[in-house]
């Protein structure tokens, strides 16, 4: 089984190139499944219901997210409906949404990491042995580990070695180059990056940025709207009778 994880969405020029490029991956690598983050696919920060709904057209299964799905309030009711779209699981109970979802014999569970994060969600080693818990048979499970601190993404990584397909870290937008399937079968990276514009920070126009760190005054961030785009993805080789990764490797492209 064949399992594209994309990396967090960044604004319109991420939607497009999601759109242009995500076709001809899916025929060439013949993927089975398309996991994609989208918390900051409406406007570089948040989801709404239509950019939700692009997602999808474009050809993704399921949109994971993290600290920046609350941002607009219109996808609360969509985080309750049907959609496969699923919020950390480790908020606390209450909060709309569902962290785990089951898709046609695979899991996805969605966690936030608690270091160097906003908020106080709760502790998301002992949610993914719940949600385990609960999944009971369910042998291909991919977690999308949405964490600021890589020794935390490197933690739940390893403590989930052999009861999870794969351990996959975003927030970040920064691509790591730590594709690895751990002793027990478990496949890794730190981060998986982004689809967003090149020539940012984090896909926010770069002087904004700036602005902040010297003055250390809050600073209004723009998305950059403008190619070249990057598409970071990484493909995880799973076999389905045993749940257990059989390779991992980055799939990275750019859009001129």
Same mark, same amino acid.
């Given at each position: 089984?064949n399992i594209? &994880? ?11 190139? !999601? ?7 899916r025929?060439?690598?013949?993927i089975?499944?398309v +996991?994609?983050?989208?918390e ?5 920060k948040g ?7 692009e997602?999808?057209?474009?050809g993704?299964?399921i949109i994971t ?9 219109e996808?609360?009711?969509? !985080?309750?409906?049907e959609?496969?779209?699923?919020? #950390?699981?480790?908020y #606390? ?7 785990v !979802?089951?898709w ?14 906003p908020?106080t969600?709760?502790? #998301?080693? *002992?949610a ?8 009971g048979?369910? *042998? &291909? +499970?991919?977690?999308? @580990?949405?964490a600021?601190?890589t020794s ?6 390893w ?7 794969a351990?996959?870290g975003s927030?970040?937008h920064? #691509? ?5 399937? !751990?002793?027990?079968?478990?496949a890794f ?5 982004m ?8 896909? @926010?126009?770069t002087?904004?940025v700036?602005e ?6 809050p600073?209004?961030?723009?998305? &950059? ?6 598409f970071?993805? &990484?493909?995880?080789e799973?076999?389905?009778e ?5 390779? +991992?490797? *980055? +799939?990275d492209s750019?859009?001129?």
């Amino acid at each position: 089984m064949n399992i594209l &994880v994309i990396g967090d969405v960044v604004g319109k020029v991420g939607r497009r190139a !999601l759109a242009c490029l995500l076709p001809e991956i899916r025929r060439s690598h013949n993927i089975d499944l398309v +996991i994609a983050n989208g918390e900051n696919a409406a406007g570089g920060k948040g989801l709404t219901p239509s950019t939700a709904d692009e997602l999808f057209e474009s050809g993704v299964e399921i949109i994971t997210s993290g600290n920046h799905i609350w941002h607009y309030r219109e996808i609360y009711a969509y !985080l309750d409906g049907e959609a496969p779209l699923l919020r #950390p699981l480790n908020y #606390p109970q209450g909060a709309p949404g569902r962290g785990v !979802l089951a898709w046609d014999g695979v899991a996805v569970i969605n966690l936030i990491g608690r270091t160097f994060m906003p908020g106080t969600p709760d502790c #998301p080693f *002992r949610a993914a042995d719940e949600a385990l818990a609960q999944l009971g048979d369910c *042998r &291909v +499970i991919i977690v999308d @580990m949405h964490a600021e601190a890589t020794s935390e993404k490197a933690a739940i990584a390893w403590y989930l070695d052999g009861r999870v397909s794969a351990v996959i870290g975003s927030h970040t937008h920064i #691509p790591t180059a730590d594709t690895r399937i !751990l002793p027990r079968g478990t496949a890794f990276v730190t981060d998986v990056g982004m689809v967003g514009p090149r020539d940012s920070i984090l896909g @926010m126009e770069t002087q904004a940025v700036i602005e902040t760190f010297l003055s250390q005054l809050p600073t209004r961030f723009t998305t &950059v709207e403008r190619d070249p785009t990057v598409f970071n993805s &990484v493909l995880v080789e799973v076999d389905p009778e045993t749940g257990k990764a059989t390779g +991992i490797q *980055r +799939i990275d492209s750019e859009v001129a």
